[in-house]
């Protein structure tokens, strides 16, 4: 089971959803997808976006300079703490890529 977007109210054993999303049975999807009920899968907490470097910046942007945890000793980010904040793996070359896009 997967969780995908209400397009169109639908009854559930806990009553009626109009919006959201909701648990769809793998052998339901196709049905509920075609009578236009449900829409795109929930994208998952851990995948990627599409533009990682943006959700690289805007991590990096979250970051607490007061907290010397979340900051190397020549002042990049911690690619531990960004990938805290973006709920996915970030290399060191992707954080050297987004901040020195920043100080450049």
Not at 79 to 98: K, L, M, N, Q, Y
Request: proline residues 7%.
């Amino acid at each position: 089971m997967s969780k995908y977007q209400v397009l169109s109210p639908i009854k559930t054993p806990g009553g009626i959803v109009t919006g959201g999303y909701i648990e769809v049975a793998d052998k339901e999807v196709e049905e509920l997808t075609r009578a236009g009920v449900i829409g795109e899968q929930e994208p998952s907490a851990t995948t990627p976006p599409p533009d990682r470097a943006a959700a690289i910046l805007a991590a990096i942007a979250q970051l607490s300079t007061a907290d010397a945890t979340l900051w190397l000793t020549d002042g990049r980010p911690n690619a531990g703490a960004i990938a805290a904040i973006t709920g996915w793996s970030v290399s060191a070359a992707e954080r050297d890529a987004a901040w020195s896009s920043l100080i450049s």
